[in-house]
């Protein structure tokens, strides 16, 4: 009796442990709650009775425990697994499918429905457990499965994240707490955390991680910390996800005991080859290296005056005999370079084009100046020809509101994947440039800079968790539309009631734009605090270097405001095709929205809504506010529908949010009035506190930096 109220009593501590974990986020988009429509319910009941999982590896054993608990809490009854002709048949290279999965690369799936049957095949373990998502995915988002035939693969070959974390436990511009791996409990602790990333990862596709910051150590290419990046390795394995790691280009100095890390020196060359076997030893399907050289203090090749192909080339060869690649970074801008911070990467990299060893990925961020809210997108997607590049997005919010703000990234992905560079004439999307189809590589690769933490939830703020899904639904397949991902966020995440799921669905696709007028709009740049980035500083002009400071940015004077960046001026619009140059070059034809990043315009210049530009900026900034509190009074209204922790968090971060709006537009232009010399319009709401208050506030434990 006794021991039967202890174990009643221990079941139902984990049942609340269970729930709490749930409201607070834990669970991500695989929360897989009961599904609610009575007849779509007993529809799903009737067709999944059983199911068959063909085979044993750790992969398949995944997949069943995966099925067997989620589709017993979707329907709300066990689904039992059978050994033969279960409802759901899982199987490799299933005969009836053949002619389908012969056609497919990579990891792609099958999902087909015969009748009485649904089928999921794929080439591999790992293209199964995607089609197993990809089931639950149809049924979390309550799609019929009657007559279901998929054929999903992925479009872009390496679908990374990258985390800027350090070997401490901070992360570069991570909000979510510090870093998830501890590496001091390492190898010997395998936190569960890390397999529920790898889970959470898998159901979006994700298939490698870099686990350590661009800004390296080179302490991780140590033997003993390779032990801790062996275990890691063995846990995501059977998740598909592989690992890699950052690269220090001194390393060889650091911890090699070498006088130089020349990458022409014969002994530097050494160093790398062992280096890389060693690292293959432990982990024998490591990825490869991702590579910040000369660029913000980093060393690099040009340290000894190579340049970065050398680099890049001298790596690739230590990695070319076990598969490896190497992601080499084109963020780079010069110490002493006066040319403008926004052509420096493609004067760099442009002419070594061609030159880069067949496993070298330049890895080049969405803008070409650093994850504003809103950049045009970076000219050398289309231009370099030789060259896989691969697109890097960033997740965390560094620019975008941090963990304070709930803003949508889908949008600003999908503007930029969309974007036509016109390298072979129309139809020559930014995607196809990544994808490999525009020139034909053989390579193809992505990265997204993580926003997952120590936090419970993961990322910080609840919504933060949609950027890390959407990054990784259109890593597999740009194609699919921001509106498509919110709606199978939202469903797997916050509801089921379809009339819930449009409010918050319209509230996630004006939260970009909303956060581009409240901070930077119509082409505005770089206007963030010093150092943190967190808040308005368009006054900064004291930074050691010129294009450290927003002044730089924003040129505001008597005249007006904006870069220059046409023919006349810096001539950055030349680095675009033609048929764009000449878009960007022309006030009038240039997108309102790039308007100030490529022009400098007079504080009355004529927009097309009419308005002067200084009214026209000051309304947009109004805007911005008014934005966030219509998301406001639309979350406010699913109070009683959602569960109170994450309804109260999302709320109180609202509130965050409204509040930091009105400082952006405040401080912006009550700053920009000094130059304008203008009256706000009238229904641009009277600034809260003085230009200098907000001048004064100081930010010195703001996370992330
Ligand atoms: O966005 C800037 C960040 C730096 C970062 C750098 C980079 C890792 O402010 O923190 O360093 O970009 O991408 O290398």
Redesign the pocket.
């Known amino acids: 009796m006794k021991i039967t109220i202890q174990i009643l009593l221990s079941a139902l501590t984990l049942l609340i442990y269970q729930k709490t974990t749930a409201q607070a986020g834990y669970e991500l988009w695989l929360r897989y709650d009961r599904i609610q429509n009575e007849e779509r319910l007993e529809n799903y009941r009737n067709a999944i009775k059983s199911f068959t999982v063909e085979g044993q590896s750790e992969t398949l054993e995944i997949i069943r425990k995966e099925l067997s608990e989620a589709l017993t809490d979707l329907l709300g009854k066990p689904v039992e697994q059978q050994k033969i002709n279960g409802s759901i048949v899982i199987q490799k290279k299933h005969p009836n499918l053949n002619n389908q999965l012969e056609r497919m690369t990579f990891d792609g799936y099958v999902i087909k429905s015969t009748g009485d049957q649904i089928i999921i095949s794929a080439n591999s373990d790992i293209g199964l457990l995607y089609g197993t998502f990809g089931l639950l995915r149809l049924i979390q988002t309550q799609q019929s499965l009657e007559e279901v035939s998929i054929a999903s693969e992925p479009k872009i070959q390496e679908r990374l994240l990258n985390h ?1 974390d350090n070997l401490d436990r901070t992360s ?2 991570g909000y979510a707490g510090f870093s998830i791996w501890d590496w001091h409990k390492l190898p010997g602790y395998i936190d569960q955390r890390y397999l529920d990333y790898a889970r959470a990862n898998a159901s979006i596709g994700i298939n490698g991680t870099v686990l350590t ?3 390296a150590n080179a302490l991780i290419l140590t033997p003993t910390y390779l032990e801790k990046v062996k275990a890691l390795a063995d846990g995501f394995r059977p998740y598909g996800i592989k690992v890699y790691l950052t690269a220090r280009f001194s390393a060889p100095i650091e911890i090699g005991g070498l006088a130089t890390a020349d990458p022409l020196d014969s002994e530097v060359i050494n160093w790398w080859k062992n280096k890389v076997s060693e690292i293959y030893s432990y982990i024998p399907d490591f990825g490869g290296f991702l590579v ?1 050289a000369n ?2 203090g980093q060393p690099g090749p040009q340290n000894y005056g190579r340049s970065h192909a050398d680099g890049a080339n001298m790596m690739a060869k230590a990695l070319q005999p076990h598969n490896g690649i190497v992601m080499w ?1 084109a ?1 780079v801008y010069s110490n002493e370079e006066p040319e403008d911070r926004a052509k420096q990467a493609f004067n760099e990299f442009m002419p070594l084009d061609g030159t880069f060893e067949d496993n070298v990925v330049v890895q080049v ?1 969405n803008g070409a100046i ?2 504003q809210p809103r950049e045009p997108f970076h000219p050398l997607f289309g231009s370099m020809k030789e060259t896989p590049l691969a697109m890097e997005f ?1 997740i965390t919010q ?2 975008l509101g941090q963990a304070t703000q709930l803003v949508y990234l889908a949008p600003m992905y999908k503007e930029v994947l969309d974007a036509d560079t016109y390298a072979k004439g129309k139809g020559s999307e930014v995607a196809k440039a990544i994808d490999g189809s525009l020139y034909n590589h053989s390579i193809s690769a992505i990265a997204g ?1 993580a926003n997952i933490g120590t936090d419970i939830n993961w990322t910080g703020h609840p919504f933060a968790q949609s950027n890390w899904y959407t990054y990784g639904r259109l890593a597999w397949d740009h194609t699919i539309s921001s509106e498509k991902i919110a709606n199978e966020w939202i469903q797997m995440t916050w509801t089921q009631d379809s009339s819930k799921l449009s409010i918050i669905k319209e509230l996630m696709m004006t939260s970009w734009p909303a956060s581009v007028n409240y901070m930077t709009p119509l082409g505005l740049h770089h206007l963030m605090g010093t150092g943190h ?1 967190y808040g308005p500083g368009p006054w900064v002009d004291n930074l050691p270097r010129a294009d450290w400071n927003p002044v730089y940015y924003h040129k505001a004077d008597k005249e007006g405001i904006g870069f220059d960046r046409t023919r006349t001026g810096s001539d950055a619009v030349d680095q675009y095709f033609p048929e764009i140059s000449k878009t960007f070059n022309d006030p009038t034809t240039c997108p309102e929205m790039y308007l100030l990043w490529f022009h400098h315009l007079p504080w009355d210049y004529k927009m097309k809504s009419g308005n002067t530009l200084w009214t026209e900026i000051a309304l947009r900034y109004q805007k911005g506010v008014d934005q966030v509190r219509e998301m406001q009074n639309q979350w406010n209204q699913l109070e009683n529908s959602i569960d109170p922790v994450r309804f109260s968090s999302v709320q109180m971060l609202l509130e965050i949010q409204a509040n930091e709006a009105i400082w952006w537009k405040d401080a912006c232009l009550q700053y920009f009035q000094q130059f304008s010399e203008r009256k706000l319009p009238k229904s641009v709401e009277p600034p809260k506190e003085s230009l200098d208050y907000y001048q004064k506030l100081r930010f010195p434990y703001a996370p992330g930096h």
Do not use: A, L, T
């Open positions: 800027w570069e511009r910051n661009v800004n910040k660029s913000e970074r963020f961020k650093d994850f960033q560094e620019y800079v980035h």
